[in-house]
């Protein structure tokens, strides 16, 4: 009865006008937020002269496309095509995007469904336990199992290793636990199997919290630029992050920064574009995951 009460007591804040006093304040933190993308985005069109100022300009002056052009012809020069490159990485995050949501999402529907289940807390426990490592505390062992499976400098090693995460699974069970019992139990009564409430029932209304997490999970792969460095040996197996990497590197790193630059702004807009469009879900699974019916 209290959490319903809590549950409604939020919903009447979300709903509440925002005094404009409060609208400049939001208005502040979002502008002040987005000054490293605006800074980024100014920053590759920045001539080369403008890069190396003192003290340094924040928006450009001259703008120019010459970086662009710096970065395609860094891209022609590699020895494998540059669609390779991206092939890989669109490849890795959306198989690691898919499964990720689908493991963590069967995972998280006993658990959150199911609490008197055997082991159900013991299992839940453990995985969150593992929110507290950090990821270069799990690298090396991580690194062994990978290897003496053979899987090094394969697709595979780019995307098993990446569905063990127990942030996915957190955050659905949260979302799922809001479910009525009810729901399902009638479901049941009317001869659904577990499997059809699971895909008919359950995972259209956790439609907001699969959402956020293909955002999360996105934006973490795309830009992950230290396990292809770990687990990849051939040029033909490494991700766009990485190759983008090389680019500053070696002779004449000076004269390619403003590649660099370019090539900071390419990586980084198709993660900005999916979280401006799917915004909205990621909203709702923070106001509601915490919340229990």
Do not use: C
């Amino acid at each position: 009865m209290a959490n319903r009460k809590q549950k409604a007591q939020f919903t009447r804040l979300l709903k509440r006008e925002a005094s404009p006093g409060e609208y400049v304040m939001m208005t502040a933190l979002a502008v002040f937020t987005m000054l490293p993308i605006v800074y980024m985005i100014s920053t590759s069109f920045k001539p080369l002269e403008e890069m190396f100022l003192y003290p340094p300009r924040f928006l450009v002056r001259h703008p120019t496309m010459r970086n662009f052009v710096e970065l395609l012809l860094a891209m022609d020069a590699m020895t494998v095509p540059f669609a390779r490159y991206l092939f890989n990485s669109l490849f890795v995050a959306a198989a690691t995007v898919s499964a990720g949501v689908v493991l963590s999402s069967l995972a998280a529907y006993p658990l959150a469904k199911y609490p008197r289940m055997p082991g159900a807390k013991l299992f839940f426990t453990i995985i969150i336990s593992a929110l507290m490592f950090a990821p270069e505390v799990t690298q090396i062992p991580r690194y062994l199992i990978v290897d003496r499976l053979g899987l090094i400098d394969t697709y595979w090693a780019l995307i098993v290793p990446a569905l063990a995460g127990s942030y996915g699974l957190f955050l659905m069970k949260q979302f799922m636990e809001q479910l009525p019992t009810e729901l399902i139990e009638a479901a049941k009564v009317d001869g659904a199997s577990e499997w059809r409430i699971f895909w008919q029932i359950v995972m259209p209304l956790v439609r907001p919290a699969w959402i956020t997490l293909i955002i999360f999970s996105f934006i973490s792969t795309w830009n992950d630029f230290f396990t292809p460095l770990i687990f990849t040996r051939s040029e033909q197996m490494k991700t766009l992050p990485l190759i983008m990497s090389s680019i500053g590197g070696g002779p004449g790193v000076v004269a390619r920064w403003g590649a660099v630059a370019a090539a900071s702004m390419v990586i980084t807009l198709p993660t900005l574009i999916l979280f401006v469009v799917l915004q909205r879900f990621v909203m709702q699974t923070m106001a509601y995951s915490g919340i229990k019916s």
